[in-house]
Each structure stands twice: as C-alpha cells, then as structure tokens.
C-alpha cells in the first residue's frame, strides 16, 4: 500500500490558509501556491540517493556529497497543476517538465485526457505529480496510467488538499505511488468539490468562471 503523508510544516499550514481563505486575491494565490509546492519538495526530496564524490576545495582534496540515482521531472496535471510548478523548479532547478491536460466533466466527474507531452526520457525519471486537489481521485489515476503506460515507474504525487476519497481511490489503483498532502480535509460535496477545501483551484489560478 503506498504511503499517504499530510506535511503539517507550520510554514505549509499557514499558506495552506492563505489560499482557502475565499477572499485571496489571483496574484497572491498564485505565489503561495507556489510557495507551498516549494516546501513540500524540500519536504519530500529529503530520502533523494546521494553518493560521494572528491572534489578540489580552494584548501585541497574533499569527499563531500552529490546527488545520485534518477534525475527528475516534474509533471503538472493541466491546468491547476501549473500552480504548482515554478515552486518545485525553484528548488530543482533543471527538472524537466511533462504536461497533461485534463478536465473534469462537471456532471459525470469523471476526467478527459487532453493533452499528453513528457520527456522522452520519462522512464528513466523519478516523476512529482502535481495537482493542487485530490478529490474523487480520479484525475490523479488517469495521469498515472498515462505516464505508466509510457514507460514510468517512480512516481510521487503531490497535492495540496486531499478527500479522503481520492487518497482511498489513489492508493487502490496504484499502490506503489506515495502521496504528499499539505492538508487533509473532510468529505466531497455533492459536485465533487472538496470541503472545505480551497474552491475551483484551476479558476483560483488563472481567474476564470
Ligand atoms: O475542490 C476541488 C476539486 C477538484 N478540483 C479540480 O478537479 C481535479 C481533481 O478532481 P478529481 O475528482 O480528483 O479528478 C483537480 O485537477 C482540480 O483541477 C478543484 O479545483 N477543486
Ligand atoms: O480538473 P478541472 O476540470 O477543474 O480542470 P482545470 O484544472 O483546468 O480547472
Ligand atoms: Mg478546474
């Protein structure tokens, strides 16, 4: 069973806020969205593969740490997914980016795949998914299928504010994919809205409907 994390961080709680709040305006929503997707990567890249490497200080000779292991990509469910990423760029600067669009139908709630443009060397990458919601889940499973059946295999999802019935939903479908929530809130609404969440994250972003 893959693993469900909500990052209680202060600094991440307080943000989180912020956006629910219904009076945040598109320009602050849109940086502390992002702001929150940058901590939550600082949060969840702590266990990344490191080896060591000798390098020359100005002193002389040390074996100090780098990176190692697979390189990364970050990969934005389209739209509201696209709130999320210049905040994991700032902190990994050279990932890649894959894109796919999708859209929820308003009555069946069920996703459309739109769009699908990722690195060509997916397989090779440990993804972060990012979505600012997790609600039916169904969005998040899609995606996931799309990048398996193109070759991934090492994904993490990232959201901002889970229902418990998308995490449930999530982990049935795609056990080896963990999961990282900012918040964790009560239920869906019967529009599938999480409540209280934060509203249409997608139209929070850009300022439509
Ligand atoms: O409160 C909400 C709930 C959903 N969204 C948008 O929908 C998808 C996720 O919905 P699933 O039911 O999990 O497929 C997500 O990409 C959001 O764009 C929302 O904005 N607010
Ligand atoms: O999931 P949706 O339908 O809310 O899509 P978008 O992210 O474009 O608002
Ligand atoms: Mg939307």
Do not use: C, W
């Not at 709040?21 to 600082?42: P, S, W």
């Not at 210049?86 to 996703?111: C, F, N, S, W």
């Not at 991934?152 to 049935?172: F, I, Y």
């Not at 994250?201 to 300022?207: K, T």
């Amino acid at each position: 069973m893959a693993k469900f994390t909500v990052l209680n961080h202060p600094l991440i709680q307080h943000k989180l806020t912020i956006i629910r709040n219904k009076d945040t305006g598109t320009k602050v929503f849109r940086e502390v969205a992002n702001e929150i997707a940058e901590l939550m990567v600082y949060e969840i890249t702590r266990d990344l593969a490191m080896e060591d490497i000798t390098i020359e200080t100005p002193m002389g000779s040390a074996v100090e740490k780098q990176l190692s292991g697979k390189k990364l990509a970050v990969v934005p469910i389209l739209r509201a997914g696209l709130g999320m990423v210049d905040g994991v760029l700032k902190l990994i600067p050279a990932a890649k980016v894959g894109h796919i669009g999708m859209y929820r139908d308003e009555k069946t709630l069920q996703p459309h795949e739109y769009f699908v443009k990722l690195p060509p060397d997916i397989d090779q990458r440990q993804l972060f998914i990012v979505d600012p919601m997790l609600a039916t889940g169904g969005s998040a499973i899609m995606a996931i299928d799309a990048l398996k059946k193109r070759g991934a295999t090492s994904m993490r999802l990232v959201v901002l504010v889970a229902a418990p019935e998308g995490v449930k939903a999530v982990q049935d479908a795609h056990p080896d994919v963990d999961i990282y929530a900012a918040g964790l809130d009560d239920r869906l609404n019967e529009d599938g809205y999480i409540v209280p969440g934060l509203g249409d994250a997608g139209d929070r972003l850009f300022g439509t409907k």
